[in-house]
């Protein structure tokens, strides 16, 4: 157990919605950042958060946006659903700073756009 | 930009033998390294790190080993079992910086 919480497991909704995804970090951890994981993309780095700032920004689409909130829990947006969002979506945590330390997955939300 | 190659996709081995896989490197100025496992319908968990200034390192199970002149990593797994089969990734960088490769599958015959 990574101790990184993220809900819901699975998400199946239709092309135009809107859907919000939620991340606990591991406790004490104050870095959280978003993958996205398709078959045909590997591991895609999203967003990266650090103590409710925006520290990085990846290959986020402008429909997705994400925050992190003062407990440090994080939120991932995404709206004007396509089928192409249909994908896992995984958070991971780190420790302070972020250097030299490893990144702490969940097990992901599964995106399903129909 | 930094990329990383994986010399085997797939990787079979007996159940009991020791398992090997290889991750080649681009960045020489990559200084950390990490493997992941990532089993199906899970996150990617992190298995053992190393950083540039160690050429081996040890865990229960794995053993890391880092060739900085070819820059070279291999995931050593002894007597493999059948909940190591996963997809194995090498993982150069920190933080977003990580850079994930496609990953090798190892199989774990019975």
């Known amino acids: 157990d990574s101790g990184v919480t993220q809900t819901p497991k699975h998400l199946i909704t239709a092309t135009g919605q809107r859907v919000t995804l939620r991340c606990s970090p591991r406790?004490?951890?104050?870095?959280v950042y978003w993958y996205q994981q398709s078959l045909d993309q590997g591991l895609q780095f999203l967003i990266q958060?650090?103590?409710?700032?925006?520290?990085a920004k990846g290959n986020i689409l402008e429909r997705f946006s994400a925050q992190q909130f003062p407990d440090l829990h994080s939120e991932l947006n995404l709206s004007s659903l396509e089928l192409g969002d249909s994908a896992l979506y995984f958070c991971a945590s780190s420790g302070q700073g972020a250097g030299n330390s490893p990144l702490h997955f969940g097990n992901g939300t599964r995106l399903t756009v129909t | 930009g930094e990329s990383v190659g994986l010399h085997l996709p797939t990787l079979s081995v007996q159940e009991g033998d020791n398992s090997i896989i290889n991750c080649a490197y681009s960045?020489?100025?990559?200084?950390?390294f990490i493997w992941y496992k990532q089993e199906s319908g899970k996150g990617p968990q992190f298995i053992i790190d190393i950083r540039s200034n160690m050429d081996k390192r040890q865990g229960q199970r794995v053993t890391v080993l880092l060739n900085k002149t070819v820059k070279h990593l291999s995931l050593q797994i002894a007597a493999t079992q059948p909940g190591d089969s996963a997809v194995y990734f090498c993982?150069?960088?920190?933080?977003?910086?990580?850079?994930f490769g496609a990953g090798t599958r190892l199989f774990v015959k019975a």
């Open positions: 406790s004490g951890d104050l870095s």
């Open positions: 960045n020489s100025a990559s200084d950390y």
């Open positions: 958060y650090y103590n409710g700032e925006e520290r």
């Open positions: 993982a150069p960088g920190e933080g977003f910086k990580t850079i």
